[in-house]
């Protein structure tokens, strides 16, 4: 079993569809990232969480530490919005997830 | 927030060349950096880890003498890669993280293409 399961694994929506994308780990962590990697490749860092809940435009982030699971939500998806999204767990060494790859249609 | 710079964001190279590339911390002095690979539909798996002034420590399976780390400064770190093959083509990326800090930065990632 990975130490950083992500759900799911590929997820297509409508524009303008509320979506979200689980992460659940195993380990111990301080810390807590999602980000944002586009066709390309570039990784763009979204959201680095301790505890608690973080929102950034149309972008939420929660995590619950003793249930050892976050997710990321995206309110009125775009297709600008699609891209592979990864969470990666920090507990001294960075471990991440296998990325859910998002496609939102117009 | 910290800002960690990864140069370039794209190279192409041809097989038996070196090609360096360059993770700087911006705004912060990073005492330990992190040099991540993503092969092809897979997630990131770390290469190796670098505190500045020392050797890296490289993860099994990750040549040493093929992957070159160095970590002079406090705000830069460099992974050149040595006489490139085309398997080594690849989505390099690093990540910075200041002393007794939790919290860590990554740069955009390099696109390495050997042809």
């Known amino acids: 079993k990975n130490e950083v399961e992500q759900s799911p694994q590929n997820l297509t929506a409508q524009e303008g569809e509320f979506i979200t994308i689980n992460c659940s780990y195993s380990v111990g962590i301080s810390a807590l990232h999602w980000l944002q990697q586009h066709p390309g490749g570039g990784i763009v860092s979204l959201f680095m969480?301790?505890?608690g809940k973080k929102k950034h435009g149309r972008l939420i982030a929660t995590i619950n530490i003793q249930e050892k699971h976050s997710s990321l939500h995206i309110t009125a998806s775009h297709p600008r919005d699609s891209a592979v999204y990864i969470c990666a767990v920090d507990n001294n060494d960075m471990r991440f997830g296998a990325g859910t790859r998002l496609t939102v249609k117009p | 927030g910290a800002v960690v710079s990864q140069h370039p964001s794209r190279v192409i190279c041809k097989s038996g060349t070196s090609v360096k590339i360059e993770c700087r911390s911006l705004d912060f002095q990073a005492t330990t950096m992190f040099w991540y690979r993503q092969f092809p539909k897979k997630s990131l798996m770390l290469m190796a880890t670098s505190n500045e002034g020392s050797k890296a420590t490289y993860e099994q399976g990750v040549e040493k003498d093929k992957f070159l780390i160095n970590h002079a400064s406090l705000t830069l770190s460099t992974l050149t890669v040595t006489s490139a093959h085309p398997e080594d083509s690849s989505f390099y990326i690093c990540?910075?993280?200041?002393?007794?800090?939790?919290?860590?930065?990554f740069g955009q990632g390099t696109r390495l293409t050997v042809v």
């Open positions: 990540s910075a993280r200041a002393h007794g800090n939790t919290e860590a930065f």
């Open positions: 969480l301790s505890s």
